[in-house]
């Protein structure tokens, strides 16, 4: 079955950081991927996504890159800024046949930026 | 840019009563999701709709059922509720049926069950 992991968490950084999360999936076929963002108390905001191989989707300053031959997407930030903290949620994409996709997402990784 | 209203924001229940849970999606979205998430957990999947017919099925229990109307919106209701229920409820819609279609989400209600 389709599957998402990520690094654990909590990741501390201190502001103007480099930021990495790493994410890799298991799925049949050509799944799209997803970064959501979550901070506290609110719903999964999209931070990024991109649909095939070798697409890199960007936000805000975030990337990442969809790499088949290592079935990764991790995510990258050159400067994190303390209003980066939040959780950061990896996840994979499938259609359905009834319609709509089914999202899969990883646990979770927990960011902290401090001064 | 209007987004997916969920309601209530929180809801408080007693164990073995009943809740309903409401969704509106974006306009023109023509699918729905809910999730439930836990606390410190990922998002987990339990049903969709696409176009008002069930498209797909997680870990959903037989207490919970949920449809989707003729305006597109959507409620997850919730029988006989156990304290293990207390949990996030995130709807998203999105605009189609493939794959690379994104899923936007609420902001969830929380239900609390004493």
């Known amino acids: 079955g389709n599957s998402v992991t990520q690094m654990e968490g909590p990741v501390t950084l201190s502001e103007e950081a480099f930021l990495t999360i790493n994410c890799t999936y298991t799925?049949?076929?050509?799944?799209?991927l997803f970064w959501y963002v979550q901070y506290p108390g609110e719903g999964l905001q999209l931070l990024l996504k991109?649909?095939?191989?070798?697409d890199k989707g960007s936000n805000k300053g975030f990337e990442a890159t969809y790499r088949k031959e290592t079935t990764s997407f991790h995510l990258e930030k050159g400067s994190v800024q303390v209003s980066d903290s939040a959780v950061y949620f990896c996840a994979l994409s499938r259609a359905l046949t009834g319609g709509g996709n089914k999202l899969t997402f990883g646990t979770g990784t927990q960011l902290k930026v401090e001064l | 840019a209007a987004g997916v209203i969920q309601s209530p924001r929180h809801l408080i229940k007693e164990k073995r009563e009943t809740a309903t849970l409401k969704c509106y999606p974006i306009p023109r979205h023509d699918t729905v999701y809910w999730y439930q998430q836990g606390p410190g957990q990922d998002p987990q999947f339990l049903i969709s709709f696409y176009e008002k017919m069930q498209s797909d099925k997680g870990s959903i229990p037989d207490r919970f059922s949920a449809q989707q109307f003729s305006d597109y919106h959507s409620e997850l209701n919730m029988s006989s509720l156990e304290l293990g229920d207390s949990a996030l409820y995130f709807c998203?819609?999105?605009?189609?049926?493939?794959?690379?279609?994104?899923?936007?989400f609420g902001p969830g209600t929380r239900l609390t069950v004493l």
């Open positions: 991109a649909t095939k191989a070798d």
């Open positions: 799925a049949t076929g050509y799944p799209s």
């Open positions: 998203a819609s999105s605009p189609g049926k493939r794959a690379t279609d994104t899923q936007y």
